[in-house]
């Protein structure tokens, strides 16, 4: 199993382009979730998905669109990207149990 | 508000040495708190999971302590190693969510 899987590694961005962050896991879990993670501060979660087709906001959604039309994967889309969506981003797929994080993206909008 | 505070935010220790992190939280009711390693560029792992009914769980060298009273939970360290060098994060699950509330971590550096 490769887990939970996130492409691309690194992206620098300008202001005002848009760019689609990806997510898949082979876990067939139904729970998915994408958080930011920023410095001094805890994970925050952005939105998250309970299946497919299903999905809900987090505590910071503003800026990010997602969809969920597979179990296995979770985009995370930033519609016009702004300095202040510099972050590393981070894709979790969860059992009942446990929660298994992704590597991370490591996003730079300038 | 549901929060989660960790301290100390950072701790240098000698090899061998054991030590223990703390996290107070304020998630009433919750259904599970959780204690994750995050190496430096890496995604978050879990250590342990502890329901609301129990008061210790173990991984290794890892011991993870829960008062549900205080609202408190300690995670123990012992006979720390180089590769322990990375950040704690304590999280608690707000009962009847898919959420997770996420401390701030402590960040640990083990010294040769």
């Known amino acids: 199993n490769a887990g939970v899987t996130q492409t691309p590694k690194f992206q620098v961005l300008k202001t005002g382009q848009s760019m689609t962050l990806q997510c898949a896991q082979d876990?067939?879990?139904?729970?998915m979730s994408w958080y930011r993670q920023d410095p001094g501060m805890g994970l925050r979660l952005i939105h998250y998905s309970v299946g497919a087709g299903i999905t809900d906001q987090g505590e910071v959604p503003n800026g990010y669109n997602v969809s969920r039309s597979t179990t296995e994967d979770f985009p995370l889309r930033l519609l016009s990207a702004a300095p202040s969506q510099t972050s590393v981003y981070f894709c979790?797929?969860?059992?009942?149990?446990?929660?298994?994080f992704g590597p991370g993206t490591r996003l730079t909008v300038l | 508000k549901n929060q989660v505070e960790q301290s100390p935010q950072s701790l240098i220790i000698l090899e061998g040495k054991n030590c223990t992190l703390q996290?107070?939280?304020?998630?009433?009711?919750?259904?599970?708190l959780r204690w994750y390693k995050q190496d430096t560029g890496r995604g978050p792992v879990s250590l342990t999971i502890?329901?609301?009914?129990?008061n210790t769980k173990s991984n290794g060298r890892y011991t993870a302590t829960l008062d549900a009273d205080t609202k408190q939970s300690s995670l123990h360290i012992t006979a720390s190693q180089l590769s322990d060098s990375a950040s704690y994060i304590c999280?608690?699950?707000?009962?009847?969510?898919?959420?997770?509330?996420f401390g701030t971590g402590t960040r640990l550096k083990v010294l040769a």
């Open positions: 999280v608690v699950s707000p009962s009847g969510t898919y959420k997770y509330i």
């Open positions: 979790a797929s969860s059992s009942q149990n446990t929660q298994y």
């Open positions: 876990m067939n879990h139904e729970y």
């Open positions: 996290c107070n939280y304020t998630v009433s009711p919750f259904s599970n």
């Open positions: 502890m329901t609301f009914s129990e």
